[in-house]
């Protein structure tokens, strides 16, 4: 069989597959497309309205889509709901609740299910806020599970209840209306109440009472709102984004009300009565004001909304698993063909990772590392890439299959990490340096790539080397040589990584190694690889030493990457996760157990029955 | 004695195996013995050495991490790094017993390890100058680690804005300040304050400044204006401190540390540490050794496969 028909094939399938959200559908409904892409300020940033909602959403569902009546809502028609419909809204069973006792609290059992609407929760908010206040004086190392869960739920209520005061009033029936009526009454009022501060005695006192009311109303919705969505109306300052509350109480003092204000009350009001074309009508109207007084925050929010909407490293992930899957088919049949056509899918997926990583450089203005999620894309992304090189110089197929095997993994642990919800967030004071974040932390996470890289092909060498006859002749010779490549690699950057940290920390505070728990996790990786290396160099390991060792190299540097935030001490610690630690400890035993395979199983291995046969 | 000699030169060839790590294992053991210490020299230079310290020390390292949970940092980095031998207390009774080697020790072992065995076996060539570079530019960063320990002070400057100071305190150290109070007579009030270092220039903190993200409370940065007088060297000129930009003057760094009474009091380290360009030698020396040793050995790799196709 040919092999290029099938790889163009793929080619194709993949490729319409990957442009599918890039093309835009008209429908009769509302604009949602447009509307996701307008910009606010949330948590320093301006990003899209999706955004803001698909971290919310995450925050407190746990996931980033609803299911509702036999299909999938998306998070920000979610959002949209919740702000023109609460009472709708309020229905919706979103909030996630694990911790029996919390359940217990809400009078529950783990059998009535893990999803609770609003609706069931409220009776029980004073109980919840009396324990999470509870809770919250309670040092962060002394607290229990109840009590984290409990301060946890608490959050996710209060962010939930802001969110629905962010455009307008939960509890308003017709805002855009009742905003008409301020608008009519704000001159009048005005008048009056600079009359009265005279201390006039002829002023419109009906007037100034109608406008104390609207005022006690703005307050509560400048302290509720969750994000910032008024523009201001000169400047591109992002410190002069308002919530719809600010803006309108400065409203009384100006004597103007932004019109954004009416924008988006006038699109709620036309959500919640169905009427798609008023919805995008004001839309519309609205998007083209943006586009000549905000345009960089429109751009930027659109580019972003797209972003969100294609998910490259989703789709990257996939690809990698596909390639992968061709890789190991391709060695039990048609060889040629399909090793070919995992070649053109990783590299495929290759090319949309690269372009998700340079849309987050671009969108942040920052080097590819920011985060411990945009720490797991980039070990995946430089794994593959290194897996590439390697395959260049051997063209063996089992670096391909084992950079789709790291970059499948390394993708899926990011997937699971955008737990906090905004994969973009601002950095704080002391890692707001894009030199050492460019330098030091690149260089670090290159070397973690490396050692899962060198831990993969290991795998190669001691799982194929036990169930077949492959690991022989010419692979049997390129394969522990690749293995041993890498590592050399990987000691290089971890070296280079960990002395930079070092420097970093020379220059903000004044010493240049401190044994944090991070550092040391660095330290740990460098003495790894030299230990494995110089045992090499003084031939106490062959092959297979090499192979054993490089897999417990993984299970280092995943206890350097993760296991270290979990101690929940030092400059560089996240916090702590209990669902990562499962996880973690589950990766360690399975690289154990292939260690214990690479040592103890050599009378099995069909690989070294095969040479003696040979031989 | 002379048993021991005979023994000694008799059977020297099979009882070099039993000396590694210049540990006597059989009767042979004599000092006076040139050969003793010829298997001790070629033990310390060993790569089994080597590779028992880096485990001893990987060892530690983890201990250390997992111990700062409870013993705080400084408290772990004292028992496991900075210490020969990590003590644990004898049950029912009042001794301390070193149960495991120390950092230090296994740092020095290491040490003496790495210049024995350049000493006797790397060959000075050009095939071999990668790894040269790569252990001078360890041992260079182990003793600069080894000099900061000693030679670095560190103390703080805490100044509130409009005010100038002449002096750093050391806050682990405290002094006796007397001062002299009006009255009849002569009476002098006494005070215990931290420990004060007089400077030959002064600082005038002239603006501090904390900045945050608009709408949160995550801090986006902290500086602090400030106004360098020498007199002596006819020096007068402001200066912004903020993170990870410090001030270099005069063998001391100052840097942005902490703040305090709303934003108008600034708390800045100083640190005087001579060695601090060390680690940046070590650093640059062991990079480029170590890319040019893995180059060398990468174009060595693919060559012969250039040759056959």
């Not at chain 1, 835009?24 to 948590?43: M, N, Q, R, W």
């Not at chain 1, 109303?217 to 201001?232: C, G, K, N, T, V």
């Not at chain 1, 979990?566 to 916090?575: A, D, E, P």
């Not at chain 2, 010829?38 to 033990?43: A, D, K, P, Y």
Request: hydrophobic fraction near 45%; proline fraction near 5%.
């Amino acid at each position: 069989m040919n092999w290029k028909p099938l790889s163009w094939l793929l080619l194709v399938l993949a490729a319409t597959w990957l442009s599918l959200p890039l093309t835009s559908y008209k429908t009769k409904g509302p604009d949602l497309i447009g509307f996701g892409a307008l910009p606010v300020l949330h948590e320093g940033r301006i990003k899209p309205l999706d955004t803001v909602a698909r971290a919310t959403l995450l925050m407190i569902q746990g996931r980033q889509t609803l299911a509702a009546e036999g299909h999938r809502i998306s998070a920000l028609e979610w959002m949209l709901e919740t702000m023109a419909n609460p009472q709708k809204a309020d229905l919706r069973k979103i909030f996630r609740i694990d911790d029996p006792d919390v359940l217990g609290l809400m009078g529950k059992e783990p059998k009535d299910g893990k999803y609770f609407s609003f609706k069931t929760l409220s009776p029980r908010l004073a109980a919840i806020s009396e324990q999470a206040a509870h809770a919250e004086h309670i040092e962060v190392p002394s607290r229990s599970r109840f009590h984290r869960a409990i301060l946890n739920l608490g959050h996710r209520l209060m962010v939930y209840q802001r969110l629905k005061n962010s455009f307008q009033p939960a509890d308003s029936r017709n805002f855009s209306g009742e905003l008409k009526a301020y608008q009519k009454i704000l001159g009048p009022g005005r008048e009056a109440f600079h009359k009265a501060h005279s201390g006039a005695k002829d002023f419109d006192q009906e007037a100034l009472a109608a406008l104390g009311r609207f005022f006690s109303q703005f307050e509560f919705l400048s302290q509720a709102a969750y994000f910032r969505s008024i523009p201001p109306t000169q400047g591109q300052e992002i410190e002069k984004w308002q919530n719809v509350g600010d803006a309108l109480l400065e409203s009384a003092r100006t004597g103007e009300i932004p019109p954004a204000v009416f924008s988006y009350a006038e699109m709620l009001r036309a959500y919640e009565d169905s009427d798609g074309r008023s919805f995008n009508a004001v839309l519309a109207a609205y998007r083209n004001r943006l586009k000549s007084s905000q345009p960089q925050a429109a751009k930027r929010a659109g580019y972003e909304f797209l972003f969100n909407r294609t998910q490259p490293f989703y789709k990257g992930m996939l690809l990698y698993l596909a390639a992968l899957l061709l890789v190991c088919a391709s060695w039990l049949l048609w060889p040629v063909p399909l090793g070919r056509s995992s070649s053109v899918l990783l590299l495929l997926g290759f090319a949309v990772h690269t372009l998700g990583l340079l849309s987050r450089m671009f969108l942040e203005g920052r080097p590819p590392v920011t985060n411990l999620y945009s720490s797991a894309v980039f070990v995946g992304w430089t794994a593959v890439l290194l897996g590439i090189v390697v395959e260049r110089m051997t063209r063996r197929g089992f670096a391909i299959a084992m950079s789709g095997a790291v970059g499948f993994a390394t993708l899926i642990v990011a997937h699971h990490l955008t737990g906090s919800g905004d994969t973009m967030e601002v950095m704080r004071a002391v890692l707001d340096s894009n030199f050492w974040l460019a330098t030091h932390v690149i260089t670090i996470t290159i070397g973690y790539s490396g050692m899962f890289l060198a831990g993969a092909l290991a795998h190669v060498y001691i799982l194929g080397g036990l169930w077949t006859r492959a690991i022989n002749g010419d692979t049997g010779r390129t394969l522990p040589r690749s293995i041993y490549g890498v590592l050399c690699f990987s000691l290089f950057f971890s070296f280079l990584g960990t002395v930079l940290g070092g420097i970093w920390a020379d220059q903000s505070w004044g010493r240049f190694w401190g044994w944090d728990p991070k550092e040391n996790g660095a330290l740990l990786i460098v003495l790894w690889s030299a230990f494995i290396l110089h045992a090499r160099w003084g031939g106490y390991i062959r092959e297979r030493g090499l192979a054993v060792m490089a897999v417990f190299g993984n299970v280092i540097t995943a206890l350097s990457w993760f296991g270290v935030n979990m101690l929940g001490i030092g400059l560089h610690s996240y916090g702590f996760m209990d669902k990562t630690l499962i996880a973690l400890s589950a990766f360690v035993a399975s690289q154990l157990m292939v260690i214990a395979l690479g040592i103890w199983s050599v009378p099995m291995w069909r690989t070294l029955f095969h040479r003696m046969e040979v031989q | 004695m002379k048993r021991a000699k005979r023994h000694g030169s008799s059977n020297l060839q099979p009882d070099f195996c039993r000396y590694i790590g210049g540990v006597a294992t059989g009767p042979q053991f004599h000092f006076a013995n040139v050969q003793f210490w010829i298997v001790c020299w070629r033990g310390l230079a060993s790569l089994k050495l080597t590779l028992a310290c880096l485990g001893l020390l990987m060892v530690l390292v983890v201990l250390c991490t997992l111990a700062q949970v409870h013993l705080g940092t400084l408290g772990a980095v004292d028992r496991y790094i900075r210490s020969f031998f990590v003590t644990a207390p004898l049950p029912w009774t009042p001794w301390q017993v070193p149960v495991f080697p120390g950092g230090a020790l296994v740092g020095l072992l290491l040490l003496v390890n790495l210049v024995a065995a350049h000493a006797q076996r790397l060959e000075l060539s050009w095939r071999k100058a990668g790894m040269w570079a790569v252990h001078f530019g360890l041992l260079l960063l182990v003793l600069g680690e080894f000099m900061t320990g000693l030679l670095s002070v560190e103390s703080q400057m805490a100044i509130e804005e409009g005010q100038t100071l002449n002096y750093i305190e050391s806050p682990g150290q405290v002094e006796l300040e007397a001062s002299e109070t009006t009255g009849i007579g002569r009476t002098y009030q006494l005070a215990v304050r931290p420990k004060r270092r007089l400077l030959p220039f002064s600082i005038t903190l002239k603006d501090f400044t904390h900045e945050r993200y608009p709408g949160t409370e995550i801090p986006k940065n902290f500086s602090s204006l400030i106004r360098l007088k020498h007199p002596e060297k006819n020096e007068d000129r402001d200066v912004l401190i903020s993170m990870n930009n410090p001030l270099r003057y005069e063998g001391l760094a100052f840097y942005q540390a902490s703040f305090g009474k709303e934003d108008t009091l600034s708390v800045l380290q100083v640190v005087q540490n001579p060695a601090w360009l060390l680690p940046y030698l070590a650093c640059v020396l062991i990079s480029l050794g170590l890319l040019f040793h893995f180059l060398l050995r990468l174009s060595a790799s693919t060559k012969p496969r250039r040759v056959v196709p």
